[in-house]
């Protein structure tokens, strides 16, 4: 199932910079966007989402860009902190089909102090 | 602030063996979802419960697999005869509403099957 797609599997940025984390999807019946953070033990916590009718919503350090065009969402966090280290999934799903999230891979961030 | 929970955090069977793993959804939430993680592997949706009875399921959730609100507050998913593939990270969710925004995880169990 390769519907939705985060090409990176890892992601280093200093404290204080801009962390960019990249997402792909194929299917262009997608109508709702959305990131999780996962840290270890626990489970994925929703952080920001997007419909496609927008492109782009943010909501304090995070600000989540849709280009549907190219069929690509990206998520800013700025300015890093070392407790956004953590592993983020991009999610989509089509509203009007029930609620059934497909996940990218997910991508590891650090930040480093 | 209101959270999904999940027991047992670990469970290990043996092949064959049924297993039920249990989730304490938000209180008043509607809908309930069963997702899972093989180990270096995507989340895949499992299935979604709404009104007592399954809304979706995907190609996964095939007759080995069962769910159930046995109560008003309980949601389980059983596997009636485990498989080694089935070891996995198994997340319960729930929403106040079908729109997915809404999905908040619980800690998940992580099934072993030897």
């Known amino acids: 199932d390769q519907q939705v797609k985060q090409n990176s599997p890892s992601l280093s940025v200093q404290e204080g910079r801009i962390s960019i984390l990249n997402c792909d999807y194929t299917?262009?019946?997608?109508?709702?966007f959305l990131w999780y953070k996962k840290y270890p033990a626990e489970g994925p916590t929703f952080l920001i989402s997007?419909?496609?009718?927008?492109d782009k919503n943010e909501d304090g350090r995070f600000t989540v860009f849709l280009n549907k065009s190219a069929k690509h969402l990206s998520l800013h966090i700025v300015p890093s902190q070392p407790g956004d280290s953590a592993v983020y999934f991009c999610?989509?799903?089509?509203?009007?089909?029930?609620?059934?999230?497909?996940f990218g891979e997910g991508t590891q961030l650090t930040v480093n102090p | 602030e209101p959270e999904v929970t999940q027991t047992p955090s670990h469970q290990v069977t043996q092949m064959g063996q049924e297993v039920i793993l249990r989730c304490v959804p938000i209180?008043?939430?509607?809908?309930f979802y069963w997702y899972r993680q093989i180990l270096g592997q995507k989340v895949e949706f499992l299935v979604s419960?709404?009104?007592?009875?399954?809304?979706?399921k995907s190609e996964i959730f095939d007759d080995q697999f069962s769910v159930e609100r046995p109560d008003g507050s309980n949601f389980t998913l059983k596997i009636r005869s485990t498989k080694l593939e089935d070891s996995a990270m198994y997340f319960c969710?729930?929403?106040?509403?079908?729109?997915?925004?809404?999905?908040?995880f619980g800690p998940g169990t992580r099934l072993t099957v030897t």
């Open positions: 969710a729930s929403s106040e509403l079908a729109t997915s925004r809404w999905q908040y």
């Open positions: 299917n262009s019946m997608f109508d709702y």
């Open positions: 997007i419909s496609s009718i927008k």
């Open positions: 999610a989509a799903s089509v509203m009007t089909s029930g609620s059934r999230l497909t």
């Open positions: 209180s008043n939430h509607l809908y």
């Open positions: 419960f709404y009104n007592n009875e399954i809304s979706e």
